[in-house]
């Protein structure tokens, strides 16, 4: 007995229009949406900004599913994919170092994020022009997972400190909601540093394969 093979949408030539390309359009789209509900300054603007993340987020395993599962994939859809992932994350850091949810020594886990981010980018657009892939590592995609649950964390804030009672840590009273979004964001940049040092290492093993 031959088996009827699950019905699914297939294209030999994926255009711009696909619906896993119409999900990475909107999670750019989702930036300026993040930017003027968390500029409401008030609860309901942290927990529709922290609503709007959370989706954008979620289209960002769907897209790259679909893609491969319908075999969808597309050039347009390899390059806005990446962007729309770093818009989302640093746009959302920003935000928050701007009214301090993000502030002090925290600073600095932000800043190893958005520098890793930065740099391997360039790292990829150079080996591209020798037509060399670096592969996403598993432990990258963790690292994506991570700062982007740190982040929504850090968007719901004072306004989910709210519902939870406050830890107390050296005498001073700490919303556990921001607690634990600074925590998973000093996680996530310590798991940026080394991806970034290993896709680095990579780069520099084909530079110094193309000089000798």
């Known amino acids: 007995m031959v088996e009827t093979p ?21 999670r750019i789209l989702a930036v300026p949406a993040i930017i003027l509900t968390y500029y409401l300054q008030d609860d309901l603007g942290r927990w529709l900004s922290l609503a709007i993340f959370i989706a954008a987020s979620v289209t960002d395993f769907f897209d790259g599913y679909l893609a491969r599962a319908w075999q969808m994939q597309s050039s347009i859809g390899r390059m806005l994919d990446p962007i729309a992932d770093k818009l989302l994350v640093a746009t959302s850091l920003m935000l928050l170092v ?14 190893v994020i958005l520098t890793r981010e930065i ?6 657009e150079f ?21 982007m ?16 009672s406050n830890l107390t ?26 991806t970034g040092y290993d896709y ?13």
Not at 127 to 147: D, G, I, N, Y
Not at 184 to 191: K, M, R
Not at 200 to 212: K, Q, V
């Open 127 to 147: 080996l591209a022009e020798l037509r060399v892939s670096v592969p996403v590592t598993r432990l990258a995609k963790w690292k994506t997972t991570l700062q």
């Open 200 to 212: 680095f290492r990579a780069g520099i093993r084909h530079l110094l394969s193309e000089d000798s």
């Open 149 to 164: 649950v740190a982040i929504g964390f850090l968007l719901a804030g004072t306004a989910g400190d709210k519902v939870f």
């Open 169 to 194: 840590i050296m005498g001073s009273d700490i919303g556990i909601v921001s607690y634990i979004g600074l925590l998973l964001l000093w996680i996530s940049a310590l798991v940026t540093l080394y």
């Open 98 to 111: 701007s009214d301090n949810t993000i502030g002090g020594w925290s600073l600095l886990a932000a800043i």
């Open 6 to 26: 699950a019905l699914r949408p297939k294209s030999d030539k994926a255009g711009p229009f696909t619906l896993p390309n119409l999900l990475t359009y909107g």
């Open 119 to 124: 740099s391997v980018s360039g790292l990829r």
